[in-house]
């Protein structure tokens, strides 16, 4: 009976743990920053004409929508921080390794991975380059 335990126990654990190590090891492409755009954001808005005294508290933070070439197909991305801290390594027309999963890219930069959130993805209006693969 024990045996059976432990066996279960154990196709369980390596049931959830490989699929998360192989989402990890996906190999990284060459991407291409296209755009980087800032934004400072306050959490919740304020109504304009609204009593600044009466307002709930709020929560400012910094988002940045970027867009990376991948494949002949551009991706809008969302980085969010609550300090002003968008690695240097990030301008346009920068080429860049990324690690694509199905709601964020990993953007492995020299000492640092950036995770950002998928929000959009749309073929590129602009010509591919030879030898990338359109999907």
Excluded: F, W
């Excluded at 066996?7 to 989402?23: D, E, K, R, Y």
């Excluded at 920068?94 to 929000?119: I, S």
């Amino acid at each position: 009976m024990k045996i059976v335990l432990c066996v279960g126990i154990l196709a369980a654990i390596s049931a959830v743990t490989v699929p998360c190590t192989t989402a990890q090891s996906a190999p990284s492409q060459e991407g291409t920053i296209v755009n980087i755009q800032r934004r400072n954001e306050a959490s919740p808005p304020v109504r304009t004409g609204a009593n600044a005294s009466r307002a709930p508290l709020q929560s400012h933070y910094y988002g940045y929508d970027v867009s990376v070439r991948l494949n002949c197909e551009i991706y809008n991305l969302r980085y969010e921080s609550e300090i002003d801290d968008l690695p240097s390594d990030l301008s346009a027309n920068n080429h860049v390794p990324v690690r694509l999963t199905k709601n964020a890219m990993y953007l492995e930069l020299p000492g640092d991975t950036v995770k950002m959130r998928v929000v959009q993805h749309k073929a590129s209006e602009t010509p591919c380059q030879q030898g990338a693969t359109a999907k």
